[in-house]
């Protein structure tokens, strides 16, 4: 009941502008748009993707109007929660403007043989093909967005002071993965094996495939056991939204890294204990569903620590004034 009180109760001091979080969601929409209306006459949907952003602008307008209106934490919580929901529309339109550019999978599938000596996206599932680890791994790959959520939501019940501090955290990671996605255009084994076929790939043949995927999206079955709950999940995901792009670095590993480095930072045992075997599913899952290179999982896992650690540090001061 207390709880319930908290949400409603009028804020004394209600925040004036906008949040930091609101800040580099304005700040991404504007780079994108300087580089959609740079190459407008390259992109397939110029128009749409240019109102979709007046749209974002308006919607946080209007959510900062609301809560001016009305400031208390469920208000609050409502323009946090409305950015984050974009990340689904975000995620797409960054293969809206990497196909500008020539794909790279070709180079990054062969640094994945000169490193390991093998293309561990094939080999992992060949050498564990049974239904039990499939499903593990689909179950991790799946937990990707309620690992965020729980997050996030955890803060906002248990950590307000820094509820705030966690959303900014997670959302400029996903910007910041979203601008190398659109400047590093790299598909992933599932899309560049299709595009090559695997007997390519197996004989160590790796060529490459220029602005094929700017009209192609086609993309290998997921491998694992086809009828296992959490693999029918995966599938549905990808045929929801998945696209020719985002393999390198890993956001799955990334954000998921900078996840379980903020439930550590919590200092809640059972919260990071909670989350501990989902993100490891998650990590190998990525490989072993064919959605990532290893070394793009590798990258995650690095770049998840280091976006963590600068962007806590440079939420310091937002962090202090929200006390």
């Not at 209306?37 to 109102?51: G, H, K, R, S, V």
């Not at 929801?240 to 792009?245: D, L, Q």
């Amino acid at each position: 009941m207390n709880f319930i009180k908290q949400l409603f109760a009028i804020e004394s001091k209600p925040k004036r502008g906008l949040m930091a979080l609101e800040w580099v969601v304005l700040a991404y929409t504007l780079l994108t748009l300087c580089v959609a209306l740079f190459t407008y006459t390259e992109l397939q949907n110029p128009d749409a993707m240019i109102w979709g952003r007046v749209r974002v602008v308006a919607m946080t307008a209007a959510l900062w109007v609301v809560y001016r209106l009305v400031p208390c934490r469920l208000t609050r919580l409502v323009r946090i929660v409305a950015q984050m929901s974009l990340l689904a529309w975000w995620y797409p339109d960054t293969y809206e403007l990497n196909r500008m550019f020539s794909n790279l999978d070709h180079v990054f599938c062969g640094w994945e043989q000169n490193i390991f000596g093998c293309q561990p996206a094939l080999t992992f599932v060949k050498t564990m093909p049974w239904a039990v680890v499939s499903e593990l791994m689909s179950m991790g790959y799946a937990s990707y967005y309620p690992m965020i959520a729980l997050t996030v939501l955890f803060y906002f019940c248990c950590r307000y002071n820094e509820f705030e501090r966690a959303a900014l955290v997670v959302m400029a990671s996903f910007f910041v993965y979203y601008i190398v996605f659109i400047f590093v255009p790299v598909a992933g084994p599932t899309f560049y094996y299709k595009a090559v076929g695997l007997d390519n790939i197996v004989q160590g043949v790796f060529p490459a495939v220029g602005d094929y995927f700017n009209t192609h999206t086609e993309c290998l079955p997921t491998p694992g056991y086809e009828q296992g709950l959490f693999y029918g999940l995966v599938e549905d995901a990808k045929a929801a939204g998945e696209r020719p792009t985002a393999a390198f670095p890993s956001s799955h590993v990334g954000i998921a890294t900078v996840c379980m480095l903020l439930a550590a930072h919590t200092r809640q045992r059972k919260l990071v204990l909670l989350m501990l075997p989902f993100y490891i599913f998650l990590c190998f899952s990525t490989v072993y569903i064919q959605a990532h290179y290893a070394i793009d999982a590798l990258a995650g896992l690095v770049s998840g620590c280091l976006l963590y650690t600068v962007l806590m540090w440079l939420s310091w001061g937002e962090m202090k004034k929200n006390r």
